[in-house]
């Protein structure tokens, strides 16, 4: 089935740990990668975490962890690419959990058709975001506003992105966000001056993916759940 006809459900999980986070991915993405449900975009909120992408460096976590610990933030290392990062109230996490087989499968694509989503989804608040040669997300001027790290098993994907609606920005202070010492980081609160509706992102994001990624959105079952095979 080519990516144009495949069903795309939407799951608005909430807010979760990170942990719970990672344990909701696994189970789908083994479900997908079997073809018993079909593809699944979560979007969620994570409670206060750092974490660390398998080319993270030590340098970039100002603080010691055990601190960190201390005041109220978990911290994770996790299996997508990228550097360090914060996740936390107010930002929206999506993790697809799609299949890339058999009409798309490249890494670059991928990531850059993300970074799409979150373009288009920028500019329906009116806010004109682009990309960064040489450099991974969504970024307004010199700052980010949407952040990317993804993984890749037998084509099919999970984590994802991060976009940064009405969270503190407060915790980046802690880190060099991404990586990225020269640059900063905003959201579509500091940007607009003014409260967003995050379930209004939600329906922005979904819409977006389900055009970049040529899905089409239909429901789930009752418990917000994917629909399974057969």
């Known amino acids: ?13 909430g807010r979760l740990s990170y942990a719970e986070g990672l344990e909701l991915q696994a189970q789908l993405v083994a479900d997908r990668q079997a073809d018993r449900i079909v593809d699944v975009l979560l979007l969620l909120e994570h409670d206060p975490v750092f974490t660390l992408g398998r080319n993270a460096r030590e340098q ?4 010691r962890e055990s601190l960190l610990r201390a005041r109220g933030f978990d911290v994770f290392e996790t299996g997508r690419g990228g550097d360090v990062t914060y996740h936390g109230p107010g930002q929206v996490v999506g993790y697809p959990i ?19 989503v979150l373009i288009r989804t920028c500019r329906d608040f009116g806010v004109e975001a682009d990309r960064v040669a040489g450099l991974t997300g969504c970024w307004v001027g010199r700052d980010k506003i949407g952040a990317i790290g993804v993984r890749i098993s ?77």
């Open 60 to 63: 970039n976590l100002l603080v």
């Open 154 to 230: 037998r084509w099919v994907t999970s984590h994802g992105f991060a976009f940064n609606v009405a969270n503190d920005l407060a915790p980046y202070s802690l880190i060099v966000p991404c990586g990225i010492p020269d640059r900063g980081v905003t959201t579509l609160e500091r940007l607009l001056g003014r409260p967003v509706d995050v379930p209004q992102a939600h329906e922005a994001l979904s819409r977006h993916f389900a055009e970049v990624f040529g899905r089409h959105v239909e429901p789930g079952d009752a418990s917000g759940a994917p629909p399974r095979r057969g």
């Open 98 to 116: 799609i299949s890339l087989a058999p009409d798309r499968q490249d890494v670059h694509r991928y990531v850059r058709d993300l970074e799409e």
């Open 1 to 13: 089935m080519s990516s144009s006809n495949r069903p795309l459900v939407v799951r608005r999980v």
